[in-house]
């Protein structure tokens, strides 16, 4: 219960508070009777770290698997000062809003872009990792999955031979997800496409 309605001074921001518990009980499984608070500042979440109480009664901190991004909205939501948590829902869900809409591309994403692959190859997760823009784990990713579908795993690099065998199949799937997520920006057919125009530019010049 937030400080403020403890002492009969309910407040907006003490409905936020309620509701920042709830998501908390989501993402970890436990039940708010188990949170206790940082001895130095009063919280009971923060920089990712839930503060719980043991059956002995000691206080210790629990990591969340959660990003950094929703780990500080969630912070705010349940600030033990209620002036230091948003004002209203409507706070909450703007910020919200860039989550949302990540989740809503990915969905749209699954809809639109069949993960197939003539090789049995995962591309879950690289498609994970281009709809939250992680580009850098993204073009790991896609290295990974290019050397499992050519067998070339232990030798982490492609011969000429390997890539004439590589799965069209898979190699359609890598460029469709890199085209959708890239706004048309990336891909293999947008790199095959400026390779041809800066051969033709320098064929002019020479």
């Not at 809409?101 to 997760?125: F, R």
């Not at 030798?155 to 390997?162: F, I, K, R, T």
């Amino acid at each position: 219960m937030p400080s403020e309605q403890t002492h009969g001074m309910p407040k907006l921001a003490s409905d936020i508070y309620a509701v920042g518990i709830i998501g908390i009980q989501a993402l970890t499984g436990f039940k708010p009777n188990k949170f206790s608070q940082n001895p130095q500042t009063n919280e009971i979440f923060e920089s990712g770290q839930l503060f719980l109480k043991s059956q002995a009664g000691n206080i210790f901190k629990y990591q969340v698997n959660v990003s950094q991004y929703l780990g500080d909205i969630l912070s705010k939501m349940v600030r033990y000062y209620f002036k230091f948590r948003y004002k209203n829902a409507f706070a909450v869900l703007k910020d919200l809003t860039p989550i949302w809409n990540q989740y809503k591309n990915l969905y749209e994403t699954e809809q639109e872009v069949s993960l197939c692959s003539e090789c049995g190859i995962d591309y879950t997760k690289l498609r994970r990792f281009l709809a939250l823009g992680e580009w850098k784990e993204a073009d790991e990713e896609t290295e990974k999955c290019i050397l499992k579908a050519a067998n070339r795993e232990i030798e982490g690099w492609l011969n000429s031979e390997s890539i004439k065998i590589l799965p069209e199949q898979d190699l359609h799937t890598i460029d469709k997800l890199w085209l959708h997520f890239g706004k048309g920006r990336f891909g293999f057919s947008v790199q095959k496409k400026n390779l041809f125009r800066n051969r033709q530019r320098l064929a002019r010049i020479w």
